[in-house]
């Protein structure tokens, strides 16, 4: 890899099912194409810089308040969608992070979520794997017969592969390159099936 190459690049995707006449395939948008993640990718940024140590408690905070942005600041970049797809109630997509580009960090926001809670409100899995990370939904239909839905942004910073260990080892990166960031359903209170809300995560 050349050495020119930026330490860290970021990347930040929306999904999202809550668009008329669409399916949340029709509505995989990259951060460098959606004006609404703007804000987004500066929050991460600002993330970044603080070491990851402002996020809500649901996911695993490695961040030793050094700051990624400290030694190198991230490049924002484009994610590729590997698969996408979409079955009944469930649906989910794989993402992949830039060439030479492996997990660092992840921030989440859950968006709009309908119901809240119950047996019929929307559950989210978010994972993580070297270069890829990967989302999984079940958006039940409501007694009614009314839709579920959820919506989610993920704001990944990614590090190079051939710097991953050292950053890994100081603490700005998880320690993990792979495992399940987050299992959650609703935004509660009320009954979840024992999974906690989804609401903001940073791992």
Known sequence: ??????????????????LNGTTILDHVNDCLNNNLC????????QWAAS?????????????DGAGIVASAKPVVAQASVVSQWHKGQEWGHVFALPANYVFCRIHIESGSKVPKNGDRSPHMSVGVDGNQFSDYF????????????????YTVTGVRSDLAGKYR???????????????????????????????????
Not at 38 to 45: C, I
Not at 138 to 153: F, H, I, L
Not at 176 to 198: D, M, N, Y
């Open 1 to 18: 890899m050349a050495q020119s190459e930026p330490v860290f690049r970021v990347v930040t995707v929306h999904v999202d099912n809550t």
């Open 38 to 45: 703007a804000g987004v990718v500066k929050q991460a940024l």
């Open 51 to 63: 070491g990851g140590d402002g996020g809500d408690s649901g996911g695993t905070n490695t961040g």
């Open 138 to 153: 079940v958006t039940p239909a409501q007694n009614n017969g009314a839709r579920s839905w959820m919506e989610a942004t």
């Open 169 to 203: 080892a100081n603490g700005q990166c998880n320690a993990s390159p792979t495992h399940l960031v987050v299992s959650c359903r609703g935004s509660g209170p009320g009954f979840q099936h024992g999974e906690i809300p989804c609401t903001q995560f940073d791992n």
